[in-house]
């Protein structure tokens, strides 16, 4: 299996299409592993003229698991609201110098970036801190880590930080009341669904690091100002159904970004159906064949 390295971390990755052509690379949110990137999705890409490229972020699937480090969420905020540096064993930093470890092993000096959610901060710190990088940037169901926008809802607050299940049967009800909870609402099929759930769940199953991520995302702060810096050709996508992360977050990543372009999916929530896939796709390969052009 191919794997790229950054320091001691081992990055599961693959890749779809020729090499020789355009890099995208898609990044992935909180807790999920590249397979959510579906294969059927990643081909529709290559057909726009990318070589597509899709990894596991560290403590999610097939890459290196921080299982020595407990998971204290709680800690985090505490350190935090005390005006102390807080306690955790990576940022998002770390996590876009994994991403761009994954193009150092493919050769790629250059790259589109998609992240979602978590993976839009994540290109967003990639911008940031690694802008000769890339060449363009698409941030997806994301926000900029101010404490005033992109808040969840109740419900989906409820079901963000409900105990982790125990088993496969619990780990897929418990995917269900997320995506009933965020989801599009009119693309909702248990069928399709319980099977992505199934197969997520028998890839790898490891909610200690999904908790692991969540301090990262909590530990890294505003990216706001920084942002402001930005000249790396930026799209922000939010669904206006999104609950989990409010469309907000979307909106004032895009204001943070000088010429960055903004478009609300109306009925989109926080997930990625295959009724999306066309426009999504669409989106993402008009804008960064204008980048390159």
């Known amino acids: 299996m191919p794997y790229a390295r950054n320091g001691d971390v081992e990055l599961y990755y693959e890749t779809f299409g020729e ?12 807790g999920s592993q590249c397979i959510n990137y579906r294969v059927e999705w990643c081909e529709k890409l ?9 990894f596991d972020n560290r403590d999610v699937g097939l890459s290196t698991k921080f299982a020595d480090v407990a998971p204290d969420v709680a800690g985090v905020l505490a350190a935090i609201g005390a ?35 978590m993976g839009g901060m994540i290109v967003q710190t990639m911008a940031i801190e690694h802008p000769g990088r890339l060449r363009s940037m698409t941030s997806v169901m994301s926000t900029t880590g101010d404490a005033d926008v992109g808040l969840p809802s109740p419900e989906a607050r409820k079901v963000l930080f409900a105990p982790p299940p125990a088993d ?10 997320g995506i009933r909870a965020w989801g599009s609402p009119a693309c909702y099929d248990e069928g399709r669904l319980r099977a992505l759930a199934g197969e997520a769940f028998d890839r790898c199953f490891d909610p200690a690091g999904r908790a692991r991520q969540m301090m990262a ?35 004032r990543t895009a204001e943070a970004i000088p010429g960055a372009r903004f478009v609300l999916l109306e009925g ?3 997930d990625y159906p295959p009724e999306y896939w066309d426009r999504w796709t669409q ?6 064949h204008a980048a390159d052009a």
């Open 83 to 117: 005006g102390e540096r807080p306690p955790v064993p990576y940022t998002l930093s770390d996590l876009a110098a994994d991403a761009v470890a994954v193009l150092d092993a493919l050769g790629v000096e250059r790259a589109h970036v998609m992240g979602v959610s």
């Open 168 to 177: 496969r049967d619990a780990a897929v009800a418990q995917y269900l009341a």
């Open 283 to 288: 989106l993402v390969s008009e804008h960064a």
């Open 19 to 30: 090499p020789g052509e355009p890099a995208l690379l898609l990044v992935n949110g909180l």
């Open 46 to 54: 290559v057909a726009e003229g990318f070589f597509v490229i899709r």
């Open 268 to 270: 989109m929530g926080h």
């Open 217 to 251: 995302i909590v530990g890294s702060g505003s990216r706001s100002a920084a942002l402001h810096d930005v000249r790396v050709p930026a799209l922000v996508l939010h669904g206006d159904a999104d609950r989990l992360i409010d469309a907000s977050g979307g909106r």
